[in-house]
């Protein structure tokens, strides 16, 4: 979605809770789930679960009701029932599935909550299809197969889109090599693109997994000849 999403009064907020107390935090007046969403606030869902659209649902605050609209192939499950490219109200308890990995139970978050959810809370907080992934090390990136990002041992408050996706694991079974502009960009898309896409696809995934994406560590060009991928760190910077 394009232009500047506006930040909803914390009332009006609401959160979908997992399995092993994993949470999201609803306070955009838009959020869409699927595999190949990556606006502010949206629900990127595992990209090797083929039951879910790049955009499946969407969940749409409007007139201080939230609604679950349908946009997929597929369909959603809310409280066991599919529906189609239709809208319906939720509320609180009300439970919804998507594919095969994702489901969580709809809350809504008001004044009179007895532990009230902040933004702040949840900023090491995100949506993790499978609970039971754990880094096999607490040094360095590592990008679990639900495309969820985890820096030094902290699963970090952002997933990646299927493109972004696909260019750390292919850069990450190559650490510390550099690999030339054509091979990485067939890697990433299957077909031939410019370099201007692959840069601005290592920025935006920069803004995702480094401390300072102005001074990368992890995610460093070659000018004029590739990408590395540094999944320790690395203190060369670009070139």
Same mark, same amino acid.
């Given at each position: 979605?394009?232009?500047?999403?506006?930040?909803? $009064?914390?009332? $009006?907020?609401?959160?979908?809770?997992?399995?092993?107390?994993?949470?999201? &935090?609803?306070?955009?007046?838009?959020?869409?789930?699927?595999?190949?969403?990556?606006?502010?606030?949206?629900?990127? !869902?595992?990209? *090797?679960? %083929?039951? !879910?659209?790049?955009?499946?649902?969407?969940?749409?605050?409007?007139? #201080?009701? @939230?609604?679950?609209?349908?946009?997929?192939?597929?369909?959603?499950?809310?409280?066991?029932?599919?529906?189609? %490219?239709?809208?319906?109200? &939720? #509320?609180?308890?009300?439970?919804?599935?998507?594919?095969?990995?994702? *489901?969580?139970?709809?809350?809504?978050?008001?004044? %009179?909550?007895?532990?009230?959810?902040?933004?702040?809370?949840?900023?090491?907080?995100?949506?993790?299809?499978?609970?039971?992934?754990?880094?096999?090390?607490?040094? /360095?990136? @590592?990008?679990?197969?639900?495309?969820?990002? @985890?820096?030094?041992?902290?699963?970090?408050?952002?997933?990646?889109?299927?493109?972004? =996706?696909?260019?750390?694991?292919?850069?990450?079974?190559?650490?510390?090599?550099?690999?030339? =502009?054509?091979?990485?960009?067939?890697?990433? @898309?299957?077909?031939?693109?410019?370099?201007?896409?692959?840069?601005?696809?290592?920025?935006?995934?920069?803004?995702?997994?480094?401390?300072?994406?102005?001074?990368?560590? =992890?995610?460093?060009?070659?000018? /004029?000849?590739?990408?590395?991928?540094?999944?320790? /760190?690395?203190?060369?910077? %670009?070139?």
């Amino acid at each position: 979605m394009t232009g500047q999403r506006e930040t909803i $009064q914390p009332i $009006q907020a609401a959160l979908l809770q997992g399995a092993g107390n994993v949470r999201i &935090l609803l306070n955009l007046p838009l959020i869409r789930i699927g595999r190949g969403v990556s606006g502010e606030g949206d629900i990127v !869902v595992a990209p *090797d679960d %083929t039951q !879910v659209s790049r955009e499946h649902a969407r969940l749409i605050l409007d007139l #201080g009701r @939230w609604l679950l609209e349908d946009c997929s192939r597929n369909g959603t499950l809310v409280n066991g029932e599919i529906i189609h %490219t239709q809208r319906v109200v &939720l #509320g609180a308890g009300d439970r919804i599935q998507i594919g095969s990995s994702f *489901d969580f139970v709809f809350k809504d978050l008001n004044v %009179t909550d007895a532990s009230p959810v902040t933004d702040q809370q949840f900023a090491a907080q995100q949506f993790v299809p499978n609970t039971r992934e754990t880094p096999p090390t607490d040094k /360095g990136i @590592w990008i679990s197969p639900s495309a969820a990002i @985890w820096r030094d041992g902290v699963c970090l408050p952002a997933n990646l889109s299927r493109t972004e =996706y696909r260019l750390l694991k292919f850069l990450s079974k190559r650490p510390g090599d550099v690999c030339d =502009y054509e091979t990485t960009i067939h890697a990433v @898309w299957g077909m031939a693109r410019d370099k201007d896409s692959l840069h601005e696809l290592i920025y935006r995934v920069r803004r995702k997994i480094e401390v300072d994406p102005a001074q990368p560590k =992890y995610l460093i060009i070659r000018a /004029g000849i590739g990408v590395v991928f540094f999944s320790l /760190g690395s203190d060369s910077g %670009t070139q």
